[in-house]
Each structure stands twice: as C-alpha cells, then as structure tokens.
C-alpha cells in the first residue's frame, strides 16, 4: 500500500519561538537571582551550582539570566553529549591533505560570550565535568587530537542545576563550582500565591509580562554591563584579604579557592552596586555562596569574624575553647561514666607451670 508522501520542507515547518521568562519577575529568590548576577559580571568566578527538589525555577532562572544579556547565546549541555561534541575536535585529514588544522567548534565555543546551561550535571561522566569547569573558570578551551593543539576563546557563564534525590557530585568536582544555591520547595501561602500569579500571567500572555518588567530588565541589564567593565578598575584591601581568608579558616574549607571566589564575587557585588571600592560587608554579603558547598559535611555555618587590616593572623580566628563543665552525671549506662584515675602498683610476675613428667 502505498503512503502519499509527507511535506517536511522548511516553508511547512512553522519555526518555535521560546520567550524568556522576566528575570526581574523571579519571587522568592533573591540568592539565585544575586548568585546569576555576580556570575554573569565575572565570569572567572566559576559559574553557579543550583540544587533544589523539581519545580523551583531553575531552568527558568537560567534562561531569564541569558535574557539580560545583550547577544547572549543560551546553550544546553545535553545528557547525552560526548567530549569531542562539548570541546570540539580537530580534522586531522585536513593536515595530512593540505597542512591545514581545521578546527570542528563544539559547544564550549557556542556558549561564548553567553550561558551554558546543564540540567542535571550530578549525572554528567566526569571527564565531561571535568572539560566544563576547566573552560568556565580559566575562559579559554583548549582541544587536543594525535598530538595536535589548538585553543580559543570560551568565555561564558556555567550554570548548572541538580537535584540532590538524584545523587551527589563529587567533592571534587563541587569544589570548582565557584558559588552555589540550595533551593527549598516554597512553604509560604503567599508566597506560593506570588509566584502562581506570576507564572500563570506569563503562560497566558509572555508578551504583556515582558512588557510589564522591559524597564526594570533594562535598567538591570545596564548595570551587569556597567559593572563588566568597571571590574578592572576594583582592588581589594588588606582588611577585605584578611576578612575572605578568617571566613574560610573558620568555615574549615580545603585549598584556597574559596577565598579567591568570595574575594571575585565581593568585587562583582561592589561594581554592581556603583562603588569603588570592595568592603568587608561585600565579603559577608556573598561568603555564604561561596562557601556552602565547600564546607565538610555535618559542619554548620558560621557568622564570618571581622578583621582588621593588619598582615598577621588575627586572634579571633581561632576556635574558641569550650568553657569546663562538671563532670557528666550517670545515667544508668556504664559508659556515661567518667574515667576514675588508678594509682599505679607493681605487677607480681607469676612463676612458670612446672614441667611435665614423663
């Protein structure tokens, strides 16, 4: 039986267009929204890791962020992508035809200049993580193939969402993620409201909502601009060095990432707000994103300790010694009791067991 042939031309195909949710309309989440802000100022932070339960805006956060940027390409990392398709790869066949090396861009230098985006990245292979970070925190590619190497620019802001019912990242690979966000299923009525009214105005109508939010998104998209380029310009003070690393002594963390994420994030937030100069209550302002994911497990968060501008180690960052408290009273279990000490007596030695008849 024959079929009658199906039109998949181009003119039969109505193309999708996918309007940005209003970054400025977000409710009930002014970490993520700060965490997206200081990211897309430096990109060098590192990129931001959202984790949360499904549903709490993640992907529409991501996208809305790309929005605010002017020519901001917006790229989704897939699951299923392979090496050679995220970093790209080099035809070697040109080389040996022409001595030519052509290079095939993957999708690190698609992102460039704007988001990349990767749902669920707890469940990417490492080595694709590993690529990924690489490129977001030093801003350059670099591809490799028999022996050949080429670079170029990937210059982006990583955001990368999880859901943590999913599994875990490595602390690994955690700690390269410059900041982070925990989300919390929303447990506030009005709130929850808030945010119903939002999202059901922008299914029925995207377009009015834009137009609702087109000043507030202008006037910010501005100052991410501004501050972009005011970066250069922003020094820390010693007080400000002093204060990042007392944070992240007393938060416990290893290696000195941290301290140069706060220090970075502190003097996006700076520029952002149109001073010239980073504070202590920058660093205080953005510690907590830098720090919760690099802090040991079962450790709580700490209100970081102001210092002062002196070089050497101020005093107050040592842990405080617990005041004596009485000894424990028993409970009726042996091991609740407290350790008695015994004076010390000579041990008779016991002679040998006589030996055997024959």
Not at 161 to 170: A, D, F
Not at 222 to 246: E, F, I, K, M, S
Not at 299 to 322: F, I, K, M, W, Y
Request: glycine content about 8%; some cysteine; charged content about 20%.
């Amino acid at each position: 039986m024959n079929h009658p042939e199906l039109d998949i031309s181009a003119e039969a195909v109505e193309p999708a267009a996918r309007a940005a949710f209003p970054f400025t309309a977000l409710v009930g989440q002014p970490q993520l929204q700060r965490a997206l802000q200081l990211a897309a100022i430096d990109p060098g932070i590192g990129g931001v890791l959202i984790s949360g339960p499904r549903g709490t805006a993640k992907s529409t956060a991501a996208r809305a962020l790309a929005a605010l940027l002017p020519d901001a390409p917006f790229v989704t990392l897939p699951l299923a992508a392979s090496l050679e398709q995220l970093v790209g790869t080099l035809n070697v066949e040109d080389v040996l035809r022409d001595g030519k090396v052509r290079l095939a861009p993957g999708l690190l230098a698609r992102a460039h200049n704007g988001v990349l985006y990767v749902d669920e990245v707890n469940l990417l292979p490492d080595a694709l993580v590993d690529a990924l970070l690489d490129a977001a925190a030093s801003g350059v590619n670099t591809v490799e193939r028999d022996g050949i190497s080429r670079q170029h620019a990937a210059r982006f802001v990583l955001v990368g969402t999880m859901n943590p019912e999913e599994g875990e990242l490595r602390p690994q690979l955690l700690d390269r993620f410059g900041l982070s966000v925990a989300l919390a299923n929303p447990v506030d009525a009005q709130q929850r409201t808030a945010i119903l009214r939002a999202r059901l105005g922008f299914d029925e109508n995207p377009v009015a909502l834009g137009e609702q939010h087109a000043e507030e998104q202008r006037k910010l998209s501005a100052a991410l601009v501004a501050a972009r380029a005011a970066l250069p310009r922003l020094t820390w003070p010693d007080a400000v060095l002093n204060h990042a690393a007392g944070c992240a002594i007393a938060a416990g963390v290893d290696g000195m990432r941290a301290d140069l994420v706060m220090l970075r994030a502190a003097r996006a937030l700076a520029a952002l707000e149109g001073r010239g100069e980073v504070t202590v209550a920058d660093v205080d302002a953005v510690a907590e994103l830098a720090l919760a994911h690099r802090r040991p497990e079962g450790s709580a968060a700490q209100p970081p300790a102001h210092t002062g501008a002196r070089q050497q180690p101020p005093h107050n960052l040592e842990r405080p010694q617990d005041p004596p408290s009485a000894a424990p009273t028993p409970q009726g279990d042996w091991g609740a009791l407290p350790a008695q000490p015994e004076g010390m007596a000579k041990v008779q030695r016991i002679a040998g067991w006589p030996p055997k008849k024959a």
